[in-house]
T-cell receptor, first 118, second 114 residues
């Protein structure tokens, strides 16, 4: 089954304790992205990756890191979490086609990770 | 930078009726994609419909259709024959051609009443 998986689904942690949220897709998509969802603000993009070893900042990258060492995985790292990073996080992947041709540009989302930083 | 606005934070509709959700966006791009996503209480993000800006014909998907007005930068979603399962948050989203920087609107909470 084609899917995007995230782990953990729920996490409660304390300020300053490093954490990683994993994201994996089995569709061989080039493009992957992380979002946070906050009430009244919709989804805001944190980081995205066009392919292996290619990452770029979205609209709200402060306090986050990412890496893309393999095509299927795109972990989100919070080196020193703070309470304002309490949010619902989504990972997504997209097939953009070969040389940008033929892709659907439709994002497939993971189930979300609810993070609470105390 | 692109922005997406959804001016209706909440809406309600009677079952079997028709409802239209509004979305406007701001961009200097000529080629781009527009999407409507649905988020039910399960929180899963589900694609409802997509529209390529270079296509003049409005996209339709069963009971869902859009009214895409490129010059006005408007992209409304019409849900016909509303069903209880349509109750959800609906997000309008913009993406430049070939990836990079999806931008979402703040969402409209739709309630379908029996």
């Amino acid at each position: 089954e084609a899917q995007v998986t995230q782990n953990p689904r729920y996490l409660i942690t304390v300020t300053g304790k490093k954490l990683t949220v994993t994201c994996s897709q089995n569709m061989n998509h080039e493009y992957m992205s992380w979002y946070r969802q906050d009430p009244g603000l919709g989804l805001r993009q944190i980081y995205y990756s066009m392919n292996v070893e290619v990452t770029d900042k979205g609209d709200v990258p402060e306090g986050y890191k990412v890496s893309r060492k393999e095509k299927r995985n795109f972990p989100l790292i919070l080196e020193s979490p703070s309470p304002n990073q309490t949010s619902l996080y989504f990972c997504a992947s997209t097939w953009v086609g070969l040389a940008g041709v033929g892709g659907t540009d439709t994002q497939y989302f993971g189930p979300g990770t609810r993070l609470t930083v105390l | 930078a692109q922005t997406v606005t959804q001016s209706q934070p909440e809406m309600s509709v009677q079952e079997a009726e028709t409802v239209t959700l509004s979305c406007t966006y701001d961009t200097s791009e000529n080629n781009y994609y527009l999407f409507w996503y649905k988020q039910p209480p399960s929180r899963q993000m589900i694609l409802v419909i997509r529209q390529e800006a270079y296509k003049q014909q409005n996209a339709t998907e069963n009971r869902f259709s859009v009214n895409f007005q490129k010059a006005a930068k408007s992209f409304s979603l019409k849900i016909s024959d509303s069903q209880l399962g349509d109750t959800a948050m609906y997000f309008c989203a913009f993406m430049k051609m070939r990836g990079q920087n999806f931008v979402f609107g703040p969402g409209t909470r739709l309630s379908v009443l029996p």
